[in-house]
């Protein structure tokens, strides 16, 4: 499996790239390897596969949107 993530604000020249040496990586084993070939991810602090996280976030964004409303409400 290949793949190509995290490009952070140079996604189209970076993708077009990326996706180059991936497809010359799968067509031919033998190609060169790139230096993003051999990165390993470092597994996240407190995240082993399930999104435990998302309800929180969603609940403190509900809230924060809210308190923006009712600021908007108070100075309209």
């Known amino acids: ?3 190509a993530l ?3 604000g140079s ?3 970076m993708m077009l790239y990326l996706g180059h ?3 010359r ?3 031919d084993s033998t190609a060169p390897a790139s230096i993003f070939a051999s990165r390993n991810f470092a597994p ?10 998302l309800p929180v976030l969603g609940t403190t964004y ?3 949107d809210r ?3 009712l600021k908007a409400a108070v100075t309209a």
């Open 1 to 3: 499996m290949s793949f």
């Open 6 to 8: 995290g490009c952070n």
């Open 11 to 13: 996604g189209i020249a």
């Open 21 to 23: 040496v991936a497809a």
């Open 25 to 27: 990586q799968i067509i």
């Open 44 to 53: 996240l602090p407190l995240y082993r596969g399930k999104p435990w996280f």
């Open 62 to 64: 509900r809230a924060l």
């Open 67 to 69: 308190i923006d409303r």
